[in-house]
């Protein structure tokens, strides 16, 4: 079966860097987009970063030019690289695998921003 594995959660300090890791299986991951999503508590999951099949990227507003998101199709994971982390960063950051009307998700790493 189709498995997603984040990995990279922590805790951090408001200021520091984390780098998430999301590993794929089963599935041809280059003809997939790739996308990491977050939820933080009492919240909805909301789209964080998004890499398509052909590289282009897309981020939510609230991380733009603090998170970067990068895929290795010879290695079938994704990162999210992200700076500047700040206590809204505080979430689940999820790894999402879409193509059409398909879409695969892992079970989440915590990311903790707090001094």
């Known amino acids: 079966q189709v498995q997603l594995v984040e990995s990279g959660g922590d805790l951090v300090q408001p200021g520091g860097s984390l780098r998430l890791s999301c590993a794929a299986s089963?599935?041809?991951?280059?003809?997939?987009?790739m996308n990491w999503y977050r939820q933080a508590p009492g919240n909805q999951r909301e789209l964080v970063a998004t890499i398509t099949s052909g590289h282009i990227t897309m981020y939510a507003d609230s991380v733009k030019g603090r998170f970067t998101i990068s895929r290795d199709n010879a290695k079938n994971t994704v990162f999210l690289q992200m700076n500047s982390l700040n206590a809204e960063d505080t979430a689940v950051y999820y790894c999402n695998a879409r193509n059409g009307g398909i879409a695969y998700w892992g079970k989440g790493t915590l990311v903790t921003v707090s001094s």
């Open positions: 089963r599935i041809i991951f280059s003809d997939y987009a």
